[in-house]
Every structure is written in C-alpha cells, then in structure tokens.
C-alpha cells in the first residue's frame, strides 16, 4: 500500500563521514534507545536507560520494558555490522532479509511471531485504517519497494519513505516502526545523510501526524515534520 507526497527533500552534499556518523551515534546510543523506547510507551525514563546500558540493573520494572531496552540495542549493533561489512544493498532481496532480521531482534518476544510477515489481521489504535491483509504482505513488499526506490531523488527521501511505507502496511505483528526506523537509520548512516532519531518530547506530535497519515495516505506533513524535527546532521 503506498501514499503521496509530492514536496522533494535533497540529500547534503559532500555527503558526512560515515565512520563519524557511527562513532556518533555510539556516543549518543542511550538517547537513541530511549526515544526509540518512549515512543513505544516504555516507562524507562533517560538516565536509567543509560545506567541499564553501562551493565547496571535497574530495580521496579517489568522485565519485558527492561528486555526491550536491549532488543533496541541490539538491533543498533546489528545495524552498526550491516554499515561495517557493506551489506547495505538497497534492492528487494537485500532489504527484504534485513527487514526481517531487524524485526526478529527487536520484536523478540513482544510479538507472536517475529523476524516473519504476520499470518493474521492487525490493526492501529486511533484510526479507522485497515492494514493490508496478511496474503498481500508478500505481494506489496516485492511490487511496492521498487516503486519507493524508483520515485525517490535522494537517499533522505528514500529513507522517511521506508519507514512510512513500513508504518503504513504493518508486515509485522509489532515492532513496525522500531523496524522501519532502523532501515531507515541504515540508508541515512550508510549514506553520510545524518540520524533519524524521533525525541521523546515530540511524541505527541508525532502520533498526531502518523494518525493524519494513515487516515489519509497523504504524507506532506508527517515528512515535514521528519525532515525538520527528526533528522540529526552534524
């Protein structure tokens, strides 16, 4: 299932140094995991994310939150491997396997299948939307992914494109946009087009706009609030 959108966004050129970017985003993991966290309503507030991530354990959460503090890890390692080892191929072969494999890392034990399409219906709070169904998954991800990379003038667009089109048709039974976001993040590091990292403060807006976009499939708004709120250029 696609969406519109029809104002361009270009990539930075000279392009930022990839090694930099990673060394970067190393730095800033804690911050990286909480937002990513928070937006999934996860309790853990920054400073005991921090302290999780430095090896200390933290008293007074459920386990399953503290679990997925590190699924998000992890799946941030996986990605830093991906960059290291040059297996950022952007074609539906390649991205179909690190769709998965992000999926699996992150959704692990949250969802009822992980690392695989959903065999069954889902749905999104707060809107009417349907999502595809479970038999088109297959079908749109091999027809539709061409299309996004085709139409798509800068890896930047490219990027914010994949993690709505991910969003928008929910292949997983959970951890759609943890999923999406991290390929995303793949393309912009791997690219030299900075980090896409959605703050916590801006969460309410965020789930405004993601509710707009799935009850209209137009995407002028949400992108603009990627690109200029979203998008971490140093």
């Given at each position: ?14 392009a930022l140094d990839t090694k930099k970017l990673i060394f970067l ?30 090896g200390i354990t933290i008293g007074g959460h459920k386990v399953s ?119 995303s993040n793949m393309i912009l590091i791997s690219n030299g087009q ?41």
């Open positions: 299932m696609l969406f519109s959108r029809n104002k361009s966004y270009g990539d930075i050129v000279p985003v190393k730095k800033l993991l804690p911050d990286v995991v909480f937002n990513m966290a928070s937006l999934e309503g996860n309790p853990f507030t920054y400073p005991e994310v921090e302290t999780l991530l430095d939150d503290e679990q997925q503090i590190f699924n998000i890890r992890n799946a941030w390692n996986y990605l830093f491997d991906l960059i290291y080892k040059n297996d950022t191929y952007i074609d539906v072969s390649s991205l179909y396997t690190i769709f998965n494999k992000f999926n699996e890392i992150v959704a692990k034990d949250e969802a009822l299948i992980s690392g695989a399409f959903r065999n069954g219906q889902v749905r999104i709070g707060g809107t009417d939307f349907i999502p595809p169904k479970a038999e088109e998954l297959e079908s749109i991800f091999k027809n539709e992914l061409p299309q996004l990379i085709e139409r798509c003038k800068s890896k930047t667009e490219l990027a914010f494109e994949i993690f709505l089109w991910g969003a928008l048709n929910q292949f997983y039974y959970d951890g759609n946009k943890r999923t999406s976001r991290l390929v900075g980090i896409f990292n959605i703050k916590a403060k801006n969460r309410l807006q965020f789930n405004i706009l993601m509710v707009e976009f799935y009850n209209t499939r137009e995407a002028n708004n949400i992108f603009e609030f990627l690109y200029s709120n979203c998008l971490e250029r140093y």
